[in-house]
């Protein structure tokens, strides 16, 4: 008995001792971080603080020497946050988002940036892509597709005109919460609301459990979670943010009929990213209209042994029947091997658009 409360205070020294080196540690770190910051301004003033590419290799890098008790995961989430905060030394970065405050895209962005940056919500996707544009935020962040209900045409459509680039990625895995406020009558529960993707991804969950509810679609899981506190019979279907956001309490979790639900979100800025050793390139192709045009276009990829990750075709805008194709594949464009695809692909297409090249998610 007597030796439980010694070890225990050794431990407690330990972590005093530990959670000190830490705190020295990050401030060390943050003053490298202000150095770099004053040198990079000094030779030149318009640089750019924020690299992907750099910011993707040390958290691989730190996932690779992790050896636990934390996981890897969770590992680089800490340092994710160390990172932003550094950042936010430099230069506080400004990110648009696919708004209102508490949807998915915002939490999309907090897991990309950290939550050092400044996320701003907007009405839109477009509008995401105008204050990039303009120059009033430094990045975008929308979403592209959702593992069940596909691709967000939206957010395609907007590429077509627009000069902004890809920077980044990052996956969501997407929980879906019931929410309720506390003066929600839970056994009176007479209409659901929610955003129409959110309906579609939890549809066999809400038949077996409230079949008769009124299903309220509304402009996203924010304004679902806002409405339930204004009225004692309903409910809401969000997420965790949403919910701390507005004060709710779940009384059903992660009924979304696929456990593998996730959404990609893009990353859009104005700069080109640097390879970081593990990429993906975005492009937009316009090919003309004849017999065995997809072939031609994707015979240099195979030939050259690139892997295609998506493939989506959209109505062009320069003629009715006419379509454009969407491709994700992995690599640079730098790389020699992707810019003798790009060669071949160039003389077969119509027009082709490199929308950029970027980390592949790491978290």
């Known amino acids: 008995m007597t030796d439980t409360p010694k070890s225990l205070d050794e431990l407690r020294s330990r972590i005093d001792q530990l959670d000190s080196d830490i705190l020295r540690l990050i401030s060390e ?10 040198i990079k301004a000094k030779d030149d003033p318009q640089t750019v603080f924020y690299r992907p590419e750099r910011e993707a290799q040390v958290l691989r ?24 905060a550094c950042l936010a030394l430099e230069q506080p970065i400004k990110v648009a988002y696919l708004g209102p405050e508490g949807t998915f895209t915002q939490q999309a962005a907090l897991k990309h940036f950290g939550e050092s940056a400044v996320s701003l919500p907007m009405a839109a996707i477009d509008e995401v892509f105008r204050e990039v544009e303009a120059g009033a935020v430094n990045y975008g962040v929308v979403p592209v597709e959702n593992s069940t209900e596909g691709v967000i045409n939206h957010t395609l ?29 839970r056994d009176k529960v007479s209409r659901i609301y929610s955003h ?8 066999k969950w809400l038949d077996a459990h409230y079949p008769h509810a009124e299903r309220v679609p509304v402009s996203s899981n924010a304004e679902a979670a806002r409405l339930v506190k204004t009225e004692w019979h309903s409910a809401a279907i969000a997420g965790d943010m949403a919910a701390k956001l507005y004060g709710l309490t779940r009384i059903a979790e992660k009924i979304e009929d696929r456990p593998d639900n996730s959404t990609r979100f893009l990353i859009i800025g104005n700069q080109d990213v640097p390879m970081s050793g593990e990429d ?84």
């Not at 129409?196 to 549809?203: D, I, L, N, T, V």
């Not at 989506?312 to 020699?336: A, C, L, M, Q």
């Open 157 to 185: 459509d907007s590429f077509m005109d627009s000069s902004l680039r890809i920077c980044g990625e990052v996956v969501l895995r997407i929980h879906h919460h019931l929410l309720v406020s506390d003066t929600t009558r």
């Open 196 to 203: 129409p993707q959110s309906f579609a991804q939890c549809r």
């Open 61 to 84: 890098r730190i996932m690779e020497l992790n050896h636990g008790p934390l996981d890897s995961e969770e590992m680089a989430r800490l340092f994710r946050e160390i990172m932003s």
């Open 280 to 363: 993906k390139t975005s492009i937009v192709v316009a090919m003309r209209n004849q017999p065995g045009a997809l072939h031609d276009l994707l015979e240099p990829f195979h030939r050259h042994q690139i892997d295609l990750t998506r493939l989506e075709t959209r109505p062009s805008r320069s003629g009715v029947w006419n379509y454009v194709f969407f491709i994700d594949f992995k690599g640079h464009h730098d790389e020699p091997r992707i810019a003798a695809m790009f060669e071949e692909v160039r003389l077969r297409a119509a027009e082709v658009k490199v929308l950029g090249s970027y980390p592949q998610g790491v978290l």
């Open 29 to 38: 770190r943050a003053e490298c971080a202000r150095g770099v910051a004053e």
